[in-house]
């Protein structure tokens, strides 16, 4: 079973600009998530995604942003591009069982960096 | 709010030599216990995971333990092996969202040759 996958791998945009990354969910998994990660603050939850409904959303700006498709691909997008934006991104997906907790498995992540 | 800690930041071991990464939750309802492993450029990778009905669990090389009672839990890699060089993350969640998943912040773990 492929695992999932996110594209572009590597992104350079700069300050201002807005960018979209794009995640496909391993084959059955229903759940999306989207974190960023930096040396500094780690892992950092964004968001998580389910039946194409935003289910919970971590502590950044509206600037981020996201969504879900009918076959459970998912989107984020970053407006107004700032320096601190620069991260890895990375997404992951979970079968999402109710009462359950079940296993993230993520992807290989899209470099972004912002100058 | 809840946290994970996990130690040490670093970690230097003869090839060869075990390895153990400890982590520490504050969370008692916490009840999965995920261990990921990143090498660089690459995402985390699920390496082993243990859930709060169980104290140990073992794959080849591998091993983790629980201690509910002290919320600690560890990672145990024996017959370290160059390709083990990687950043650790522990992990511990309760329920079915990821938003409830709350990561530790890493142990890097480089092996001598």
């Known amino acids: 079973k492929a695992g999932v996958t996110q594209t572009p791998r590597y992104l350079i945009k700069t300050r201002g600009q807005q960018v979209t990354l794009s995640c496909s969910p391993i084959?059955?998994?229903?759940?999306v998530s989207w974190y960023q990660q930096t040396p500094g603050q780690g892992l950092q939850f964004l968001f998580e995604?389910?039946?194409?409904?935003?289910?919970n959303k971590g502590n950044f700006p509206g600037r981020f942003s996201g969504r879900q498709f009918s076959n459970s691909r998912s989107e984020m997008n970053v407006s107004t591009l700032e320096l601190g934006d620069s991260a890895l991104y990375l997404c992951a997906s979970s079968l999402y069982r109710q009462g359950s907790t079940d296993t993230q498995y993520f992807g290989p992540g899209t470099r972004l960096t912002v100058l | 709010g809840e946290n994970v800690e996990q130690h040490p930041s670093t970690l230097s071991v003869q090839e060869g030599d075990s390895a153990v990464i400890k982590c520490t939750y504050s969370?008692?309802?916490?009840?999965?216990f995920p261990w990921y492993k990143q090498e660089l450029g690459k995402g985390p990778q699920l390496i082993i995971d243990?859930?709060?009905?169980?104290g140990e669990k073992k794959d080849q090389r591998i091993a983790v333990t629980l201690n509910k009672t002290a919320k600690h839990f560890s990672l145990h890699i024996t017959e370290t092996q160059p390709e083990d060089s990687a950043v650790y993350f522990c992990a511990a969640s309760r329920g079915s969202s990821a938003s409830k998943i709350i990561f530790g912040s890493g142990t890097r773990l480089s092996i001598r040759p």
């Open positions: 969370d008692s309802a916490s009840n999965y």
């Open positions: 995604y389910f039946s194409e409904t935003q289910r």
């Open positions: 243990i859930r709060s009905n169980v």
């Open positions: 084959s059955g998994h229903r759940s």
